[in-house]
């Protein structure tokens, strides 16, 4: 899939349903091995193509784009990733836009990716339409304010990591998603749970803040959401 859309139309009218609209599933897989991130997308390819879909699928570090006419719902997304193995299916968080006007494909991802952020893994899709407040992510003036908390704090944390050769983002983006719960991160990341409580300090020394706070949390998955920053592979 391009982003550089110019005439959306010419590039994706074809995935458009009857009433010309699309949805965006979008799909979070940091964790899984390359092996098993390729899987998830010949998945995905086969399933789209043996229904006659038109194949838009893109992928980016352990995220995968792929989009979809506006007439398919959640059960339908789940149906498309259903032959997956669970172990690998358990792993992954996916997040499906509301219809959209082909034109504003762009703004579908951005819609499908804060779902799939905010979701849960396993075999549930969350339709963006479920979050309260998810307009607040696409919106431009909100955007903007979010991008600059992520700079001044997240940014700091990538600044160190490039430096020292760490990778204390994708720990603190492990903890976020584990709604701040040590062990689950620590599941996620592999490592032991009095490892990963080492680099939480490490990061709230950095940013001078005290991650067991829900309130600091939610606003740094805010940021990390909007800043996009690419995924690394933690040591």
Known sequence: MTTDAVAPHVYFAA????????RVLGVHAGGLS???????????????????RPLFLYENASRITALLSGDID?????????DLPPAIRSQLRVGLSAARPVAEVANASRQAHVAAAAASGGTAVLDFGEIAGGELLV????????????????GRVDDYDRVNRTALLPTLRA?????GHIESAAAVLGIHRHTLRTRVARIERILECSLTSAC???????????????????P
């Open 139 to 154: 919106s431009t003036p909100c955007r903007e304010v979010l991008r600059v908390v992520g700079e001044s704090t997240l």
């Open 34 to 52: 390359a092996a098993d991130l390729a899987l998830v997308r010949t998945v995905l390819t086969h399933e789209l193509e043996s229904s006659g």
């Open 15 to 22: 995935a458009a349903g009857i009433d010309g609209s699309v």
């Open 74 to 82: 959640v059960e339908g997304c789940r149906e498309l990733l259903a």
């Open 216 to 234: 600091v949390r939610a606003e740094l998955v805010l940021a990390l959401i909007v800043c996009e920053y690419p995924q690394r592979q933690a």
């Open 175 to 179: 903890l976020l998603e584990a709604n």
